[in-house]
């Protein structure tokens, strides 16, 4: 990669920006990250690119130091993690970077899509819960358990077709101190939990007996999906009275916590007039997705 060696500060040359991924046209990255932009007063583009794992190492390295920062999304967050050289305890935790920082001094690598699930959450007042429900175990599903175990969990039900995918997940669950629990789509005899975040792709069928069996005793559910809407679980939970969140939520809170870190290079240090960008970036999900 062509950068210039130096002690870690970014140039204020550093103004180009993208996320990456594949599929990528449905994106609104463009869109929040724009938003706060302006609110911000900085003069930066930001686009996207369609790149998948294949091409990623040719494009990363196409890069000069015009580039200040990328944010991936699938299928590039295995790929991301490898290609940083510091990471966050997110990123560490789920093996997934959804945030390049163009570092002169190393390019750091972020997980954003913790902390965008933390406060969704917060936003529908949920801040501390013991039990809760995955549906799914692929990529998403990791940044989902660590999310709940910042918010206190102890015990989690994985919902997955096949029994061996939530091994990983398991694991992951003992280093956290949580209690995972494999179950499966067929059951009929889900413990009632007060919150259950579904990480499957928005498209994926599941039949309306199963879905309204998650439903009825699931609480509040958070589809990370935003693109696909309504979904299978989504309409079910509409079926059963109970709420029902998309992934817009997370969106917005990630793309926050990435406009972060490309401005203060700290995912934690909020930003000068972080009221308002995040004002601004909520009104762009208000309005239709360009074309």
């Known amino acids: 990669m062509q950068r210039t060696p130096g ?12 996320v990456w991924g594949d599929p990528i046209a449905h994106s609104r990255s463009p869109q929040l990250h724009a938003a706060a932009y ?27 130091d015009s580039w200040r920062g990328l944010s ?8 991301a993690f490898a290609t940083a050289s510091t990471r966050d305890r997110r990123a560490e935790l789920t093996g997934a970077v959804n945030t390049l920082l163009l570092d002169p001094a190393g390019t750091r690598g972020f997980n954003t899509d913790v902390g965008g699930i933390v406060r ?5 007042g949920i801040s501390d819960v013991a039990r809760a429900r995955i549906v799914g175990a692929g990529a998403t599903a990791t940044s989902a358990l660590v999310a709940l175990s910042e918010l206190g969990v102890e015990e989690v039900d994985v919902v997955a077709r096949r029994p061996e995918a ?26 009632a939990v007060p919150l259950t975040i579904a990480a499957l792709p928005g498209d994926a069928p599941i039949a309306d007996a199963a879905a309204d069996a998650l439903a009825s005793a699931g609480g509040l559910l958070l589809d990370v999906v935003y ?9 079910a939970w509409e079926r059963a009275g109970n709420p029902a969140r998309s992934g817009l939520g997370m969106l917005l809170h990630q793309a926050l916590l990435q406009v ?8 934690d240090a909020p930003l000068a007039r972080e ?5 601004a970036m909520r009104r762009v999900l208000e309005e239709p997705p360009t074309a």
Do not use: C
């Open 7 to 18: 002690l870690g500060v970014l140039s204020a040359d550093a103004t180009r920006l993208e």
């Open 38 to 64: 302006e609110v911000l007063g900085l003069d930066w583009s930001y686009g996207l690119r369609r790149v998948d794992e294949s091409s990623f190492a040719a494009e990363f390295a196409d890069l000069d």
């Open 72 to 79: 991936l999304t699938m299928p590039l967050k295995g790929v």
């Open 120 to 124: 969704a959450l917060a936003d529908d």
């Open 166 to 191: 939530v091994t990983a997940l398991t694991e992951l669950g003992r280093r956290l101190g949580i209690a995972v629990r494999t179950a499966s789509f067929t059951a009929g005899d889900h413990s």
């Open 227 to 235: 693109g696909h809407w309504p979904t299978a679980l989504s309409a």
């Open 260 to 267: 972060r870190i490309f401005r203060n290079g700290d995912p």
């Open 275 to 279: 009221d308002e960008s995040l004002q």
